[in-house]
């Protein structure tokens, strides 16, 4: 009830929000609904791209006003950020509501050349060659219209099977890549990449689209703290809260106890260093990354930091209170870690809740799939 209860309050702080300040849905947003919604009755194959993070919340609302008979697959983008021993279980549950999906990982540029994309790709083709066969498809083209909300990883996906489907190297810079953002609504229009030859296939990557409101609380901090919805309309500090709430009630900091146990506390390249006694490099470390998170040795130091923290609190965690209490201990214990002094201009709690975020969005704190299926 405690998560619940902080989620509620959070996700109709958002709405309220949302309501007061016109929020995430604007002129942008509803012309690219517009042309969405025209171009789905032309398609061949619809392509919903999800956080698999959160299968059910990301849901692309629009394709409700669509009759069952839509030829529609279900992407899980990002699955290494979300609990993977549950992706084949959401597999499952989406067939058992038949409707294909297919888990992929499309974010990370080092990723494109992955067998398990590839592997998406001929499932991509098999589907188009079985729709021509069972329908009498007779167009030597394939159009294939990738949808979904902001920030899920359409417009990474699309370049992924792009670049993997170049039949010859003439082809290619002949089709500009989609652009890729970290922040939600960047892609502002609807372009077109070729990902196949024979037969001819290709992906339209259209704007992430929302709903124009959300009334679900929930559904709210799940899709603000994924970074469907932005920052400015949740509140930095807020989220960082629900996360370290989150946190706090899951078993993901248990895989951290080596971090605090003194023999393999020290990373790896911290260790050398102090064995060979090498002073002057391990000063000179750090003062060239003090307060840049995303090294290593400090993100080994948060996980430590909160293993330590959560484990070594008494309080009870099904008392509101009291697991606000810890979330302020850890917020303290993290602005030391991430070097954020008191006179900084700005909120402490504000630069510290930042560097989590990112964190978190990155996969650097663990892999979290927060939405349960029904």
């Known amino acids: 009830m405690t998560k619940a209860s902080i989620a509620r309050q959070l996700g109709n702080a958002i709405v309220a929000k949302n309501r007061n300040s016109g929020g995430w849905y604007g002129p942008h947003m509803a012309a690219a609904s517009r042309a969405i919604q025209e171009r789905i009755p032309l398609v061949d194959l619809v392509l919903e791209v999800r956080d698999a993070r959160i299968p059910l919340s990301s849901e692309y609302e629009q394709l409700r006003n669509y009759s069952s008979t839509l030829k529609r697959i279900i992407v899980m983008n990002k699955m290494d950020l979300a609990n993977r021993s549950q992706i084949k279980e959401w597999v499952s549950y989406f067939q058992q509501n038949n409707c294909l999906s297919y888990g992929v990982n499309a974010h990370n540029k080092e990723n494109i050349k992955q067998v398990h994309l590839l592997q998406f790709l001929n499932f991509l083709q098999a589907r188009v060659r079985e729709l021509k066969r069972t329908e009498q498809h007779s167009s030597y083209t394939t159009t294939i219209l990738l949808v979904g909300i902001p920030n899920v990883g359409k417009s990474a996906l699309a370049n992924s ?111 050398k260093a102090e064995c060979s006694g090498n002073f002057e490099m391990d000063m000179k470390r750090k003062r060239q990354y003090p307060t840049d998170h995303t090294q290593d040795f400090i993100v080994n130091s948060v996980r430590k930091t909160l293993f330590e923290t959560i484990s070594s609190f008494d309080g009870n965690l099904d008392d509101e209170r009291e697991l606000a209490r810890l979330v302020d201990a850890e917020i ?3 602005q030391k870690v991430f070097q954020v002094p008191e006179n900084v201009g700005v909120d402490a709690h504000d630069k510290v809740a930042c560097k989590l975020l990112n964190l978190y969005r990155t996969g650097r704190l663990g892999h979290y799939t927060l939405d349960c299926i029904p």
């Not at 296939?201 to 970074?227: F, H, M, N, R, S």
């Not at 400015?232 to 146990?261: M, P």
């Open 161 to 271: 099977l792009h670049k993997i489907g170049r039949i010859s190297a003439a082809e290619k810079g002949k089709l500009k890549n989609a652009t890729v953002s970290p922040q939600p609504g960047e892609t502002k229009d609807i372009s077109s990449l070729k990902i196949g030859s024979h037969p001819n296939i290709y992906v339209l990557d259209t704007p992430g689209v929302l709903p124009p409101e959300i009334l679900d609380a929930d559904v709210c901090c799940k899709l603000a703290l994924t970074g469907a919805i932005g920052n400015c309309l949740a509140g930095e500090k807020e989220l960082s809260r629900y996360l370290l709430t989150i946190l706090n009630l899951s078993d993901e900091y248990k895989k951290w106890a080596k971090l605090a146990d003194p023999k393999n506390g020290i990373p790896v390249a911290d260790h």
């Open 332 to 334: 303290s214990a993290l």
